[in-house]
């Protein structure tokens, strides 16, 4: 009744309220009761409370504010607006408060205030209701909070250590040691790890110690740390015979939590609602089977977990639309030639199977034949190749609502049977003239249309003369053998070679060898031409002129030129075919292969043209030897005769290069080319470019100097370096010698001669010469002739007479200057009489010389060693360049008279003459006027 | 000749395998002698020294020397006197049954805490192995009538609910498991070397002269 009363007075308030505004927004309904407990495996506040009853019958929407306060903690760790529309019910309202804290650390503190939602006011607050921490007065140590936690790898944790009353927390850290944020106060100490990475280990140990140092003092705690399960991936279930299911799924990454926490796999069938009983078992990939008895529909769900979670995937299927059958299995066959009918078995599983054939063809290519959908048990694979082998295997998958294909059967390899060969041999002939006939050497190859179609056991040889209806010959032989030599006369030949398998021949391969003629060029062809061809990295390319008239053309070669037998080898090519690129594994750079290109027509073929190259030329092996040098003062002549340009050599020998140079410095010689070797050295380079010239002479060389040279022989491949030279020593010339010789022995002859008959040169050339002191003519004093004052001659000798044309001429007559000079300088040791004038002097006299005539006389009874030069200006000149040694050589004889012309006196010659020589000029040659020897 | 860093460890694996060879009698063979028994257990106090070191670093435990305490379990402490000779062996019999199951325990342990194949893993597993291997010596040397059908073994201590707690009991055996190792080893050695010596006197005095 008085319940009732008090809601009709709240609903007359609200009544009122809402027709008087301001009044609504004052109503309060103060929480009436609070009460705050923990959880502490949840680490959870549980709070409790109510407001009046009245409230409640009001069926208000309400809201609360709630704050969490920690204790050492100023500001509220915690406030949430919770809502809620109340009911008549009257139960309490509750609200949990999951900790990021662990509970024990601390006491946590918990206040709520009201707020109707009609109203504008909130309630006061309520009194703060307290749990408390944990309580360690009865602690044997230090605690640490939480302890066998399973923390995530990359979340937070928060620890904290509890001393004991009165004891303080000295040390709290992680082993291995994470990075962390570490609060200590007095007794209680926090550790917050933030993003916690991942560790080798998955248990992280935490130590805790107080102050003091006894045992009681540590307190010891650890998480583990790892990771969720992984969804399970790739989950399915099939079955092979319709009861046993298996469900498969990959495992995922790892967790890093093992033994007892690693991930553990339940299964359960929906429909069934029950657990399915089989155990997981993981390797590679993880898998589960068990018997569905009759059940078709399965919703089958795989749930993962481990301590940090929980991850579920599902397969719903119907078991026919699973089916993946077992693999066939009891592999026959059945063959012929050209077919092969394989057969199997598989379990019978009630529904049809559809199976696939797959057949591995000896070329590596692979074919899939499917089987009849009527009779899935076999299949006739066709079109194959006699006597060859294939490799088959089948699988199986559901005809109808397919899922997979089985595992493959065993393979098998089956070879088909044999047939009769197809296609022609393909035969070539090489043919050797002998006493009496010819020998030809026969050779076969299997073509790639030429088709044994079984193993081939011989081959069968026959021949007969085309002209004549003779018997034929024939021989066998085994397979092993492909070529074989048979004689025969010089009549035409008809042969043919055949192939043989255990069921038949092949078709014959037919060579017409013509009637020979008799000459040996015919079968060698010596009379066609040679020709060069070259060869490129994909080998010799050769080319020959068309002719029309044959069906089709043969290249052969000797992949061995060198060697007996040489590996014949040819090849064949359509009659539109007129070049060709020949290649064989055999073909090495430096060799020289000689190719010979045969026109075939009705079988019968004939030599058109010859071919000769290399693979790739290479420079000669060999330098070329000089075997003979003819050596003059100035040129070299070099001979090499015996040098082969065949096809001994790696290359076609194009030419020669003649390196010379002298040895001690670079080479510079007229009409060569330089040539600089990696020294630097230069070296002149001569090129002869026929290689059958086999002789060089190097000219323009220096007599007497030591020369380097070397021959080198070049190719289309070059040249080999230059490591070895020939040293030659030119000769001295021998005509300057005989012109020393001449110019030293005739003089000294001469000079010998004229001392042994001096005295009959001297009577003849200079005879004694009378005093003039006592010839009457000259004794007289102030003889006067004319105008003219003739000069008193006193006793001494005179050097000279002149007699000149003219009068005044004798006024400025160098000779009476000369003797007057008295610049003239007298050398020691020798005669007075001997005269040098300076050389200004003698510049001065020829310029002041007037161009008069005057006589000059020569004495030569006073130059005898000069007598033998028929030219005097010669001699004057080989004295100026030897002007040092004038009076010690040139100058032996003390006297020398010149009287000269006034003609002789004006040429240059005779000036230079002048101008160097010193002259004596006697004043007793006056009897020698005119004369000259 | 090249020099490989790892050979004397391999030497010393060898030598230790042939050691084994030879220590443990294969089954049905002759009895052991006490110089293969001395063998054993040398080899055992160094493999148990080797794997209390490892246990000790490998689970954090080398703070402060938690595990080694001076208190072992009492059936870790070993005979008081010296054995004599191999009649006076038998009470290890009974300390290497509870070796082995403490083994298995600390293995069991080990394995929530380590990937499959760890080193510890198999370090336990080795001791494990020559713990039996001492056992069946002794078996050999003290017949004891075979265990009724349905039987268990002793069970093992109650196994400690925090995994710090366990992994510090585990340890602590450990250390105790090598000291007593090392003072049987020592003993064994000492008691030999007496005997020898014992011997050589004999021998001295048989060919000393006697007074007449």
New interface residues.
Partial sequence: MMNLFTVLVVLLTLRTCSNTYPQQESIVFPVTYLNVSKDLALQQLLVEWDVGKAAHDAELAMSFEIQVHRTGVKTTVWTEFHNVTLDKSGKPLNWIWDSDFPLECMSHSVRIRSKADASKIWSQWSRWETVLGLDTSNNSGPQIFP??KFVEEGSDINLCCIGRKGQTIKGFFL??AIHAFNHTNSQVGLLTVKNVPHQE???I?V?CEESCKEKQC?G???F?LGKPPDTPNDFSCQTQDMRIVTCTWSQGG?T?L????SPNYTLFEEFSQKPVPCTASCSEQCSCSWDIGQQRICNITVTVENPLGKKTATDVFNVTHRIYPVAPFQLWEECTDTEITLYWKYQNIGIKLFCQTEVLHPDGNVEVHNSSAMDPQYVTLGGLQPYTEYTARVHCGAAKHFWRWSEWSEARTIRTKEATPSGKLDIWREITPVLGGRNVTLFWKETPNFQGNGKIISYEVTWEKVEDDSKPESISFTSVYNSTRISIDDHSYRISIMAKNNVNYSLPSILIIPRATGTKEELSGSELKEEQVTGTDDGIFISWEPRYIYDSYIVDWCNFPMLQPCDLQWKRFGPNTSSALIYSAAFAPGVRYNFRIYGSVADKASLLEKKTGYLKELPPLLDPVVENIELTSNAVTLYWDSYPTNESQPGFVRGYHVYVSPLQEDCSLKGSEKHVLPDNSVLCKYTIENPEEKRYTVKHLLSNTKYQLVVKAFTGGGETPIVNFRYIDTPFNSNILYLLVLLVTVPSLVAAICRWKMKWVQECCCPVIPSPSKSKVLSFKGFKIGSERVLKISSSNPDILAVDSKAEAQKSHPWSQLSSTPQEEKIDGHDSSWTYPKENKEREFTSTYAPQTPICFENFAYSSHLAVESNPYQISETLETSKPELPVVLYQPHHYFNICNEDAASTPQETTGRKASLRYISRTAVHCIGRRL | MRHDGRLPGVLVAVTKGLLILWAVPGQGGRPPTLQQIQALVRHMAEDAQELFTFYEKN???A??H?CRNNHPPEWLRGPETVPRGLQELRGLRGTMVRMAQALQDIT?HQ??????GAEILRRLASTHLKVRGLLNNLDVLYPTPSPRPGRQPPPSPAAPA???QK??EGCQILWSFSRLMAKLSSQLEGKNRRARRDRQRGRRGSRLPRRS
């Avoid at chain 1, 093992?258 to 926490?261: E, L």
């Fill in positions: 302890n066998e082993d291995p280990v998955s248990y140990t130590y540590y010891h705690a650890g583990f790892d890093y093992y033994g007892r926490h | 689970q954090g435990l703070i402060n938690l069991r394995r929530d805490l380590n990937p499959p925090k995994v710090f992994k510090l």
